[in-house]
């Protein structure tokens, strides 16, 4: 284990007994090592153990087999939870508690009090934009009220590590730009906190993430960083071509997927060779370019590629 | 123990913003309503008769009292998720199972003083009434109340709602009469005896009749009772924090 890892699961594996005869595997034989200050997302189909993994982790459910560490003491302890930030999925409180009884309840269980424990609140109640609402009570918050008052009572310790999990589910397009946004900036206020987080949106993994780790059937796929998932992947190219032909749609457009576009019709090629291949045929056929772009790989297509190709060699195996 | 305090005081607040916590209460006092007018239905003994109907009625209230609130404090928590934020700060479950018991048998205090208030004031029309007895009565059965309380949190941590309910209510029924019963409820020696061993004697919190009749136990005995209390107290408590100490939460 090195130093420097905040999470560290050593060949952990959770089997869950279904009756006298029968039990499933959710997690089997896990190794992850994340080191402090990262930020790394936990992907996965559902039932792949991304939850059973964060639920270890924070030692709700204890490991069939296997070691899991939390800033080098045993998850199953109540120091690991020192450390520790916790956001459910569907974050729920007492709903007759107004948001400040709720911010004293929990820093009171953190062994906070009196001046310390009123400064922390004024700081997480304007962090997460929940000051004019704080002495109302729970049950008159909306979603996103109630999912940036989870965060705040998860940073009342200010935790080495945040566990946060599915953080955006549930929330208006508008509720999770703010709460990518609240959670780029806890990140970027304490950079030597680790946040780990599980969602279904990939496009808040690729935003916030430097790693991904891939879970399949409780079995790590892949663990690398987006930039290298990314990167790992052909550059893909737009073109556009301004009212082609019968002839040339028949002809050396008819293997591309053609989309109508004001100015036409475009159409998307992988890597430089195709382009160049694709340029110089459609130049012989006199055909008018309006435009080619560079498209980003996004990294569903990554991580479905890198699960595709995992599933492909597991089979001739 | 501080932890199990702040959590005991939320689970006050809690129980008297619950609906049931109203709907239950309202039970009571209908409860020793029916007590009191059923009493008035004799021709003599109407003291003896009403206070025996209100402290019978008065107790049935409290078993089931103490058994939907404790199921409906600890269960709730686990379905609805809160507990997940809880325990992923630094306390131990037992904490947890402490201060929401401790939270309940603060409120069920509270009751039995409301209770005690509406006897009494009912019994003030009586002459031949000895209030002692009437104290020690309820005293009693607050320790017992004490006891299924702990006997629900254990059967909460261990199964379903229902099956909680019903186990405690089993323990209840049995806990009366278990110990007395000659035959009947068991044919043989060593089912009778596990249960005896297992199921705590109930009738010995039973001072109804004695209140009835003005008859006042001595502070030893009052004292012996309370002590027996604790100890099932304590037993169920620890055995439904270790199970939960050992329990996999999947909220």
Same mark, same amino acid.
């Given at each position: 284990?090195?130093?420097?890892?905040?999470?560290?699961?050593?060949?952990?594996?959770?089997?869950?007994?279904?009756?006298?005869?029968? *039990?499933?595997?959710?997690?089997?034989?896990?190794?992850?090592?994340?080191?402090?200050? &990262?930020?790394?997302?936990?992907?996965?189909?559902?039932?792949?153990?991304?939850?059973?993994?964060?639920?270890?982790?924070?030692?709700?459910?204890?490991?069939?087999?296997?070691?899991?560490?939390?800033?080098?003491? *045993?998850?199953?302890?109540?120091?690991?939870?020192?450390?520790?930030?916790?956001?459910?999925?569907?974050?729920?409180?007492?709903?007759?508690?107004?948001?400040?009884?709720?911010?004293?309840?929990?820093?009171?269980?953190?062994?906070?009090?009196?001046?310390?424990?009123?400064?922390?609140?004024?700081?997480?109640?304007?962090?997460?934009?929940?000051?004019?609402?704080?002495?109302?009570?729970?049950?008159?918050?909306?979603?996103?009220?109630?999912?940036?008052?989870?965060?705040?009572?998860?940073?009342?310790?200010?935790?080495?590590?945040?566990?946060?999990?599915?953080?955006?589910?549930?929330?208006?397009?508008?509720?999770?730009?703010?709460?990518?946004?609240?959670?780029?900036?806890?990140?970027?206020?304490?950079?030597?906190?680790?946040?780990?987080?599980?969602?279904?949106?990939?496009?808040?993994?690729?935003?916030?993430?430097?790693?991904?780790?891939?879970?399949?059937?409780?079995?790590?796929?892949?663990?690398? *960083?987006?930039?290298?998932?990314?990167?790992?992947?052909?550059?893909?190219?737009?073109?556009?071509?301004?009212?082609?032909?019968?002839?040339? &749609?028949?002809?050396?457009?008819?293997?591309?997927?053609?989309?109508?576009?004001?100015?036409?019709?475009?159409?998307?090629?992988?890597?430089?060779?195709?382009?160049?291949?694709?340029?110089? /045929?459609? *130049?012989?056929?006199?055909?008018?370019?309006?435009?080619?772009?560079?498209? /980003? /790989?996004?990294? &569903?297509?990554?991580?479905?590629?890198?699960?595709?190709?995992?599933?492909?060699?597991?089979?001739?195996? | 123990?501080?932890?199990?305090?702040?959590?005991?005081?939320?689970?006050?607040?809690?129980?008297?913003?619950?609906?049931?916590?109203?709907?239950?209460?309202?039970?009571?006092?209908?409860?020793?309503?029916?007590?009191?007018?059923?009493?008035?239905?004799?021709?003599? #003994?109407?003291?003896?008769?009403?206070?025996?109907?209100?402290?019978?009625?008065?107790?049935?209230?409290?078993?089931?009292?103490?058994?939907?609130?404790?199921?409906?404090?600890?269960?709730?928590?686990?379905?609805?998720?809160?507990?997940?934020?809880?325990?992923?700060?630094?306390?131990?479950?037992?904490?947890?199972?402490?201060?929401?018991?401790?939270?309940?048998?603060?409120?069920?205090?509270?009751? =039995?003083?409301?209770?005690?208030?509406?006897?009494? @004031?009912?019994? @003030?029309?009586? #002459?031949?009434?000895?209030?002692?007895?009437?104290?020690?009565?309820?005293?009693?059965?607050?320790? #017992?109340?004490? =006891?299924?309380?702990?006997?629900?949190?254990?059967? +909460?941590? $261990?199964?379903? +709602?229902?099956?909680?309910?019903?186990?405690?209510?089993?323990?209840?029924?049995?806990?009366?009469?278990?110990? +007395?019963?000659?035959?009947?409820?068991?044919?043989?020696?060593?089912?009778?005896?596990?249960?005896?061993?297992?199921?705590? $004697?109930?009738?010995?919190? $039973?001072?109804?009749?004695?209140?009835?009749?003005?008859?006042?136990?001595?502070?030893?005995?009052?004292?012996?009772?309370?002590?027996?209390?604790?100890?099932?107290?304590?037993?169920?408590?620890?055995?439904?924090?270790?199970?939960?100490?050992?329990?996999?939460?999947?909220?």
């Amino acid at each position: 284990m090195s130093p420097n890892s905040c999470i560290n699961l050593t060949e952990v594996t959770k089997v869950f007994k279904l009756g006298l005869f029968r *039990s499933k595997t959710a997690v089997d034989r896990l190794t992850l090592e994340i080191a402090t200050g &990262e930020v790394v997302g936990l992907l996965g189909p559902n039932g792949s153990g991304k939850s059973t993994t964060i639920k270890m982790i924070l030692g709700f459910l204890k490991p069939s087999e296997g070691e899991i560490l939390v800033c080098g003491q *045993s998850a199953e302890t109540r120091i690991a939870r020192q450390f520790i930030g916790y956001l459910p999925e569907n974050p729920r409180f007492q709903k007759f508690l107004t948001g400040n009884e709720i911010l004293t309840y929990y820093g009171k269980l953190l062994g906070l009090r009196g001046i310390a424990l009123a400064k922390k609140m004024d700081l997480l109640f304007d962090l997460v934009n929940l000051n004019h609402s704080r002495n109302e009570r729970v049950q008159g918050y909306s979603k996103g009220m109630t999912q940036r008052l989870a965060i705040a009572q998860s940073l009342l310790n200010d935790p080495r590590l945040l566990i946060f999990d599915e953080p955006m589910s549930g929330l208006d397009p508008l509720g999770r730009i703010e709460m990518r946004n609240l959670i780029g900036t806890i990140h970027q206020e304490n950079p030597s906190s680790t946040l780990f987080f599980s969602s279904h949106v990939l496009e808040d993994v690729e935003t916030l993430c430097k790693s991904v780790a891939l879970l399949q059937n409780g079995k790590l796929k892949t663990f690398e *960083s987006v930039s290298s998932l990314i990167a790992n992947e052909s550059q893909r190219y737009e073109i556009v071509v301004e009212s082609p032909s019968r002839d040339l &749609e028949m002809g050396i457009l008819a293997k591309f997927p053609q989309k109508c576009v004001p100015l036409g019709k475009s159409f998307s090629v992988d890597g430089i060779d195709q382009l160049s291949t694709i340029l110089s /045929r459609l *130049s012989n056929a006199q055909a008018k370019i309006v435009s080619i772009n560079a498209q /980003r /790989r996004k990294l &569903e297509e990554a991580l479905f590629r890198a699960n595709e190709g995992l599933k492909t060699s597991e089979a001739s195996t | 123990m501080k932890h199990a305090l702040h959590i005991s005081w939320i689970a006050v607040k809690e129980l008297i913003f619950e609906k049931v916590f109203y709907i239950l209460f309202s039970f009571v006092g209908l409860a020793l309503l029916l007590g009191m007018l059923l009493g008035q239905l004799t021709f003599g #003994e109407q003291a003896k008769l009403t206070l025996d109907f209100m402290l019978g009625a008065a107790h049935l209230s409290m078993v089931l009292f103490s058994i939907f609130m404790g199921i409906s404090l600890f269960q709730r928590e686990l379905m609805m998720g809160s507990v997940s934020m809880l325990l992923s700060k630094p306390i131990s479950r037992t904490s947890f199972i402490l201060g929401k018991y401790l939270g309940q048998i603060m409120v069920q205090a509270g009751v =039995i003083l409301a209770m005690t208030a509406v006897i009494v @004031l009912s019994c @003030l029309r009586f #002459e031949d009434v000895y209030y002692l007895a009437i104290f020690q009565a309820l005293a009693l059965m607050f320790f #017992e109340i004490c =006891i299924i309380t702990a006997i629900t949190y254990f059967f +909460s941590v $261990n199964a379903g +709602s229902i099956t909680a309910a019903v186990a405690s209510f089993g323990f209840f029924v049995l806990g009366h009469y278990i110990h +007395s019963s000659k035959n009947g409820i068991t044919d043989t020696f060593v089912a009778k005896e596990t249960l005896v061993a297992l199921v705590p $004697n109930l009738e010995v919190f $039973n001072l109804k009749t004695f209140a009835s009749y003005g008859v006042t136990i001595s502070t030893y005995e009052l004292f012996l009772s309370l002590a027996y209390a604790l100890i099932c107290m304590t037993i169920f408590l620890v055995a439904a924090s270790l199970t939960f100490e050992r329990k996999d939460i999947l909220t």
